[in-house]
């Protein structure tokens, strides 16, 4: 690999990340307790759900889908799994178990139906995880009949809370995700076909194989995702509510996004997906800090999602030079 | 070979010169191209036809050099800037929008109109007319979708002679059309001629500009070689001059590979919405051509053994023994591939690195569990990359980057290292330079001498004749003739190509 080569496979990342250490720069400036120790831990936690999402909302969104029901299906997941860890006759780490997977199952089976109908029938996922948007959420109340559910297996509850060398747990299964996904990505035969059906899906079932597969594969990865995040994030809140999730869709896509990867497919990375997560949380945490409002908030995080894809144009340019 | 007398040069370049990072595309070069006359320009893939064509259209701008047009100074800044200077070209690649329809697409820089609403009946009026000179039996409401790329490149040439221009320039016009409609289109292009438009005509067939030219210029590494009468020039002066060596035969045939065992055998194939079915098979170390018309169901005969598309009918037998293609995949699985007629759209993943592309059709020989091992992908690619002479300046260079003769090598390339046994090419040297289609034409060769079953679709009838041990020729929907090589004969194979269609008629 020459170093040319090299120098345009970084400009992405490298991009995000320059746009990342710049921002976390100015709100150290000016938001004197951005850099304490407690509120980084914060922000950590605060950037894992959204992070886990967002990589599976990668993997779809480099097939050029879409899924926008990951919010619904993971309070669906959260109820499923709350019914599970309030089950008092069975011992707690059977309970705890059978609650992990039965999460996890349901948003794999929701990105299974996702992907089989926009694949079969040929329904952009657009109007499918739409669809899936409205249906997981109404189960999900039907279910839990509208309530929250509460006191889990105690260690289950204080599992949340822990730390890994001084780093909180949640954020250590975030990091560990991005890790996995970005090398099944780079690293993978799956990840290879994924990216090549992204660019040229015709060309690639010329080539013998079943694009169809690997399409549906990524809903189901993403579903797999969502049902991870709705264990995570009930270990950080302990509870279980059909009220959770609501916009969580579009903090991933955002997230994907701002990290370079391109909505027609085929362009991308996990650890862009990362970062696009890092500044998208950092924005959060310092505007809040700098005394903005919720509203002015929300002003902010859409130019700056705007502004990421319009510099991503430029960034497109100037990598294809590179690349000559 | 020295320049005529220049009587009025309508067209003036300058010491002309273009770059790219890492490409001199067009170095120094002076070009006068007098009114009222056809001048050729001919040049391998990459010798900066098509950077000239875009400079002149005001997609690209010279670094340096003047260009006068009609006596004045001409730095176009956009294509817009172009046509109302007077300047159109008609590309290789098609800018027609597929869900409109035909006359608003030929129409659509200036759609006629009645108090702000589009005039219909007008548009429809000369659409007519367009089409009629252009020799398309269609309607003008037809949706572009439904065309073939024949009648897309009419359009395409229908939209050019839609408004007056001075100049035209056409890339490549021929490259999809049939001989009946290359006949038409040089009607065409001499009637403009007596018009007083000038000319500019790019092709790789250097019989046709024979056929149409005044003069020719020859484009060798983004430098003119030399610009000369057509008359005092020859094929072969001409093929020199591009590739600066002198060229062997034109076709390589390997008289000592005899054919042997048949490898597979097609039966009763019928291709959705095509009443024939169709038998035929491909022996061993053979090369079986396939002509006919476009639109004789050629493409979609071997896209249908293949699997790319559902087939109404029919069964293989590989070596005797038969075999059910439901999908691409198990053609591959059986060693049977196809290198489709659109092989940007079809054959590459264009922004992806070679080794990638080469790789794709077989990934799991150069991974362990699931994982790729990019050294050993990377190895096999450099084997193939070398073994093809694909000039690329890396295995992980994009295939985009690649020119046309390339990316067709990286194509075969890829079913190389699947290690196929059937071979189908469809139209696998359009729009490829003269050298790159002399080595495609060896490497088969050479495959068939390994004991590989080759089936090759092309329009190229000398082509064909050139290369092949024994060719079928397709007409409407089924074969309506075969050849040995020794009865290879064009009156014969075109009146087999036209017969289904002459038969139809008498009905």
Redesign the interface.
């Known amino acids: 690999?020459?170093t040319r080569?090299i120098a345009y496979l970084m400009l992405r990342e490298v991009g995000i990340g320059i746009a990342l250490i710049f921002i976390v720069a100015l709100f150290v400036a000016f938001a004197p307790m951005f850099a304490s120790f407690i509120n980084i831990t914060n922000i950590f936690i605060q950037i894992s759900i959204n992070t886990i999402i967002a990589v599976g909302m990668t993997f779809v969104i480099l097939l050029a889908g879409i899924d926008l029901s990951v919010g619904s299906v993971l309070a669906l997941s959260t109820i499923i799994a709350g019914l599970f860890l309030t089950q008092k006759s069975l011992p707690d780490s059977l309970v705890i178990a059978l609650a992990i997977l039965g999460a996890i199952g349901v948003g794999m089976a929701c990105g299974f139906v996702n992907g089989y109908v926009s694949e079969r029938w040929k329904v952009h996922s657009f109007v499918v995880t739409l669809g899936m948007l409205n249906i997981a959420r109404g189960a999900a109340l039907e279910i839990s009949k509208a309530r929250t559910m509460f006191r889990f297996p105690p260690e289950f509850d204080a599992f949340g809370s822990k730390t890994f060398i001084g780093i909180p747990v949640i954020f250590v299964i975030a990091i560990v995700l991005v890790a996995i996904g970005s090398v099944v990505l780079r690293?993978?035969?799956?990840g290879?076909?994924i990216?090549?059906i992204g660019?040229?899906e015709?060309?690639?079932?010329?080539?013998?194989?079943?694009t169809r597969f690997y399409k549906v594969a990524a809903f189901v990865i993403c579903g797999a995702l969502v049902g991870i995040a709705a264990i995570t994030y009930m270990l950080r809140l302990n509870i279980a509510s059909p009220i959770l999730g609501v916009g969580f869709e579009l903090n991933a896509i955002a997230a994907v996004v701002i990290g370079g990867t391109s909505m027609s497919g085929?362009?991308g990375s996990m650890i862009g997906t990362f970062l696009g997560a890092c500044i998208m949380g950092v924005l959060n945490n310092g505007l809040l800090l700098i005394g903005l409002g919720d509203f002015a908030r929300q002003i902010v995080t859409g130019c700056v999602i705007i502004l990421a894809v319009v510099l991503d144009t430029y960034r497109n340019k100037a990598s294809k030079?590179l690349?000559? | 070979m020295s320049d005529m007398d220049r009587i009025e040069p309508i067209l003036d370049l300058q010491a002309i010169a273009l770059s790219?990072?890492?490409?001199q595309a067009l170095d120094a070069v002076d070009l006068a191209i007098e009114k009222g006359e056809v001048h050729a320009l001919v040049g391998e893939n990459g010798a900066g036809k098509s950077s000239l064509v875009k400079l002149l259209c005001g997609i690209y701008q010279p670094d340096s050099g003047d260009i006068q047009f009609g006596g004045a100074h001409y730095s176009p800044k956009s294509p817009l800037d172009a046509i109302k200077a007077g300047i159109r070209a008609v590309y290789q690649e098609f800018n027609l929008l597929s869900y409109l329809s035909v006359a608003e697409n030929i129409f659509f820089e200036a759609l006629p109109r009645r108090i702000g609403f589009v005039d219909f009946r007008t548009l429809h009026e000369r659409t007519e007319e367009l089409l009629r000179e252009v020799g398309l039996d269609i309607a003008p409401t037809t949706p572009v979708e439904l065309l073939g790329i024949a009648q897309m490149q009419l359009i395409e040439i229908a939209k050019a002679i839609s408004t007056a221009s001075k100049v035209l320039i056409l890339d490549e016009p021929t490259a999809t059309l049939t001989p009946n409609e290359i006949k038409k289109l040089f009607a065409i292009i001499l009637k403009l001629k007596t018009q007083g438009v000038t000319i500019l005509y790019i092709s790789h067939r250097l019989q046709e500009i024979f056929e149409i030219a005044d003069r020719v210029t020859v484009l060798r590494n983004g430098k003119k070689v030399g610009t000369t009468r057509i008359d005092a020039i020859t094929v072969p002066e001409i093929v020199r001059m591009m590739v600066g060596r002198e060229m062997g035969t034109e076709y390589p045939f390997r008289g000592d590979v005899v054919p042997l065992e048949t490898l597979l055998e097609v039966k009763g194939l019928r291709y959705r919405g095509n009443p024939q079915s169709i038998s035929f098979a491909v022996k061993r170390h053979e090369i079986l051509g396939i002509a006919g018309l476009v639109g004789s169901g050629r493409t979609e005969t071997v896209r249908a053994i293949?699997g790319?598309d559902d087939k109404a009918a029919g069964q293989l037998f590989l070596k005797g023994a038969p075999i059910e293609v439901a999908?691409?995949?198990d053609?591959?699985?059986h060693g049977i591939c196809?290198l489709?007629e659109d092989r940007k759209?079809?054959?590459?993943?264009?922004?992806?690195a070679c080794s990638?592309n080469i790789t794709?059709?077989d990934?799991?020989k150069a991974?362990r569990g699931?994982?790729?091992n990019h050294i050993l992908e990377s190895d096999e690619s450099k084997r193939l990359v070398e073994k093809l002479a694909i000039h690329a300046t890396?295995v992980?260079?994009?295939v985009r980057?690649l020119s046309g003769g390339n990316q067709q090598k990286v194509v075969l390339a890829?079913w190389l290292y699947?290690n196929a046994e059937v071979l189908i090419l469809d139209e696998p040297t359009r729009g490829i330079d003269v050298g790159a289609k002399f080595e495609i034409y060896l490497l088969l060769g050479e495959l068939a001498a390994l004991g590989k079953g080759i089936i090759i679709v092309s329009s190229d009838l000398p082509e064909l004749m050139g290369i092949c041990h024994r060719m079928l020729v397709f007409s409407k929907g089924r074969i309506t003739g075969e050849l040995e090589r020794k009865d290879f004969d064009q009156e014969r194979i075109l009146e087999y190509a036209f017969s289904g269609y002459l038969a139809k008629e008498r009905t």
């Open positions: 690999m020459n080569r690293r993978t035969v799956f290879r076909i990216y090549a660019n040229n015709e060309s690639v079932r010329l080539s013998g194989h079943n085929g362009k030079l690349s000559q | 790219f990072p890492g490409v293949f790319a999908n691409p995949r053609a591959v699985r196809l489709t759209n079809q054959g590459l993943i264009l922004d992806m990638a794709i059709t990934i799991g991974s699931g994982f790729i890396s992980n260079q994009l980057n890829k699947r």
